[in-house]
């Protein structure tokens, strides 16, 4: 389905897009990223925690290593503001970027069980489509992001992953 070469790509792409969105973000004032938008999670900051939380939850997922506790609904308060969020933000990037960097082939192509809150029972999927299910949330709630600080009347990241950077 896909290969470590894949999600490396994309952790990558994860961090180059969370960079530059760190930028729009702290330009705006507390009001303007708690405004409810309307949005299926409310705010910007609703949002942008919600992409944290479902990063932090998946990666602990993948690498055992210690998840964000609550479930979706508390997903929106994870941190209270900018200060909170943009060094966990950094974080759990690091933590992806190290988890992608040893990620081989053949797990890839095996099986993945997890305990679902939103399920209340375990689940198990392909391996693959469970890293592609990650990186496509992001993509998603950034979308999200995107439109939303459009409408605040700020410019918005590149999101086309044809301009990423070879080195970044």
């Known amino acids: 389905m896909i290969t470590g070469a894949y999600a490396r790509e994309m952790a990558r792409y994860n961090h180059w897009q969370n960079n530059q ?3 729009f973000l702290k330009a705006l004032s507390d009001e303007e990223l708690a405004r409810d938008r309307g949005a299926f999670f409310g705010s910007i ?3 942008a925690n919600h992409l944290l939380w479902g990063d932090w939850i998946w990666i602990s997922r993948f690498d055992k290593g210690p998840g964000p506790g609550g479930g979706i609904p508390e997903s929106v308060s994870i941190c209270t503001g900018m200060a909170d969020w943009l060094p966990l933000r950094d974080t759990i990037d ?3 970027a190290r988890w992608a960097n040893t990620l081989g082939d053949d797990v890839l192509s095996g099986s ?5 809150a939103a399920k209340e029972n375990d689940v198990t999927k392909p391996y693959g489509q469970c890293v592609i299910h990650m990186f496509n949330h992001q993509t998603h709630h950034r979308g999200q992001l995107h439109q939303m600080l459009t409408e605040a009347g700020s410019q918005a990241p590149v999101s086309d992953l044809v ?6």
């Not at 301009?163 to 970044?168: A, I, S, W």
Request: aromatic share 24%; glycine share 4%; proline share 5%.
């Open 112 to 116: 993945f069980t997890w305990y679902s």
């Open 94 to 96: 690091a933590r992806i």
């Open 45 to 47: 900051m609703g949002t």
């Open 163 to 168: 301009f990423l950077p070879e080195d970044f």
């Open 21 to 23: 969105l760190k930028s």
